[in-house]
């Protein structure tokens, strides 16, 4: 992923690498880590194709794609937070 495409500042980059430090941050975390957990053992347990979207399995699918790449943002920042030059303070 070029995280770059997304996240634009240095101070950014630091703020998503330290996400789980911010309580707000976990929670929202925890509450997407749930909701992918919920959305796969519902397409494992019971695969459905549907013209109702919220039973459909693609977009079930494409709903774990997404919360999936929610979760990874922060190892992708971490990654690129590590080869940013560190603050000088005089």
Request: glycine share 4%; aromatic share 4%.
């Amino acid at each position: 992923m070029d995280i770059t495409r997304y996240i634009k500042t240095n101070s950014d980059f630091n703020d998503i690498a330290d996400a789980s430090a911010i309580r707000a941050s976990k929670a929202i975390l925890k509450a997407v880590e749930i909701k992918r957990d919920e959305l796969r053992e519902q397409v494992e347990n019971n695969p459905v194709e549907s013209m109702d979207i919220n039973k459909d399995i693609k977009f079930k699918l494409g709903m774990i794609r997404g919360l999936k790449w929610v979760l990874e943002l922060q190892g992708h920042a971490k990654d690129h937070a590590s080869h940013l030059p560190e603050k000088i303070t005089l």
